[in-house]
């Protein structure tokens, strides 16, 4: 099911008896996603896949930051930023749920159309530099040999909806949790000025 993104991250395909290859839904691949990648981490830190028993609590520290997707979202992944991915109960086409890319940095919320599958065997091995800022990943750590932990992001100093610049000078090393639970805060308190894609 997931054969391109095991190419494109240096992996050797995985197989599971219980997959049915003629069957594949978001529902499926979401439960075969955690199933193979839960909790690991991929290209230097790039890009995790959530541990499913974290699932829940991604999904209520995001909805604080943005409360409107309260009951609607289930978070998946993230990348090195701390951006994180999650399917949308509100968004289906063609009987799937499409993915929402959450980024603190910016406070936006960015809709991304495609379901799971297509998010990692299309999205990711095609169009990593769009949906992860692969470039800008070479960039930090062309200048930072430090290995990112799987519970680590880079995250900006001074943010972006606060005017901080786009640059690895205005980026540094932050627990995910502490990062986004800043953010978070500042979203809520700037929440008036901002506007948000979705």
Not at 43 to 68: K, M, Q, V
Not at 147 to 176: P, V
Request: glycine share 8%; aromatic share 14%; charged share 25%.
């Amino acid at each position: 099911m997931y054969k391109s993104f095991c190419k494109y991250v240096g992996i050797d395909e995985y197989s599971f008896s219980n997959t049915n290859a003629n069957n594949k839904n978001s529902t499926d691949g979401n439960k075969e996603l955690f199933k193979a990648f839960g909790g690991q981490s991929f290209n230097d830190g790039l890009y995790r896949i959530h541990d499913i028993d974290h699932i829940e609590r991604w999904n209520s520290t995001i909805t604080e930051a943005f409360p409107e997707f309260k009951g609607r979202i289930s978070c998946f992944g993230y990348d090195w930023l701390g951006r994180q991915f999650a399917l949308d109960n509100k968004r289906i086409e063609h009987g799937q749920q499409q993915i929402l890319m959450f980024e603190p940095g910016t406070a936006e919320v960015l809709e991304i159309p495609c379901d799971i599958i297509q998010f990692h065997n299309e999205e990711i091995p095609i169009y990593h530099d769009a949906c992860l800022a692969s470039t800008f990943f070479k960039e930090w750590l062309s200048k930072n040999s430090n290995k990112l932990d799987i519970n680590e992001c880079i995250g900006y100093k001074t943010m972006l909806f606060l005017g901080g610049l786009d640059s690895i000078q205005n980026l540094e090393k932050s627990d995910m949790d502490v990062y986004w639970g800043i953010c978070g805060q500042l979203i809520q308190k700037t929440r008036g000025s901002l506007e948000n894609n979705y």
